[in-house]
């Protein structure tokens, strides 16, 4: 899959910016409940144009980065990536705003014997509270091929105790339902999150993963 470039350079951002016209909203809103590209090119005085860089724990510089501005107080995302020196500077925001900077890390697959999961959308998991802020945790991490050949079940290593012997905690797999066509994500059993393969079964990597209202 390829990188989302940001869709406006700095140049072109400054020269809407600065050019002749009307560059105002026509309503009572102080905020937009929504962005997209548009903003930048036809409200450029609402917009604010993000520059940073991307390094690991280290502050090495990374390149190659997947990243997106998501407001807190307002819908949608706006791309970038970053580039030479972990340097990004072409995403767009909306002004006096709050937003979050996701980074997604491409890592090459060397095969099907691991699989991570994560969520492509924080605002759920920051709403989550108590117990369902701990099942979510569960769910989330690395998960490793069960080794039979023709086993179609990734399955969470337990944590351990002080003696390295697994805690008493459920079962959390993702596995393949014949009978339903889908992929299931379970903790203990119970399903939580499934992804449907009604014509090909292929592997649960990738989405659409979706959430079974009724489990939560």
């Known amino acids: 899959v390829g990188l989302v470039e940001g869709c406006m350079s700095p140049d072109a951002f400054r020269q809407a910016v600065s050019q002749e016209g009307p560059k105002t909203l026509s309503t009572k809103l102080t905020k937009l409940?929504?962005?997209?590209?548009?903003?930048?090119?036809?409200?450029?005085?609402?917009?604010?144009?993000?520059?940073?860089?991307?390094?690991?724990?280290?502050?090495?510089?990374?390149?190659?980065v997947q990243l997106w501005s998501v407001g807190r107080d307002y819908n949608g995302r706006c791309p970038d990536t970053s580039k030479e020196g972990g340097k990004f500077g072409q995403m767009i925001a909306q002004f006096?705003?709050?937003?979050?900077?996701?980074?997604?890390?491409q890592v090459p697959a060397v095969g099907d014997g691991q699989v991570s999961t994560?969520?492509?959308?924080?605002?759920a998991w920051r709403a989550a509270k108590g117990a369902t802020r701990d099942l979510l945790g569960t769910l989330l991490g690395r998960y490793t091929k069960e080794e039979s050949a023709?086993?179609?079940?990734?399955?969470?290593?337990?944590?351990?105790d002080g003696a390295?012997?697994?805690?008493?905690?459920?079962d959390v797999?993702?596995?393949?339902?014949e009978?339903?066509?889908?992929?299931?994500?379970t903790v203990?059993?119970?399903?939580?999150?499934?992804?449907e393969a009604p014509d090909d079964r292929g592997e649960p990597f990738g989405g659409p993963w979706r959430a079974v209202p009724s489990a939560f």
């Open 179 to 185: 009978e339903r066509r889908r992929w299931q994500n």
């Open 96 to 105: 006096d705003s709050e937003v979050d900077i996701e980074a997604h890390f």
């Open 188 to 195: 203990g059993g119970k399903v939580y999150f499934v992804k």
């Open 164 to 170: 390295g012997k697994p805690k008493d905690a459920p």
């Open 173 to 177: 797999s993702i596995s393949w339902c």
């Open 150 to 160: 023709d086993s179609a079940t990734w399955s969470r290593k337990k944590a351990v």
């Open 33 to 64: 409940g929504y962005i997209n590209c548009d903003l930048a090119y036809h409200h450029p005085q609402r917009a604010v144009m993000l520059q940073g860089a991307v390094v690991d724990w280290r502050k090495r510089p990374l390149v190659g």
């Open 118 to 123: 994560y969520f492509e959308d924080h605002r």
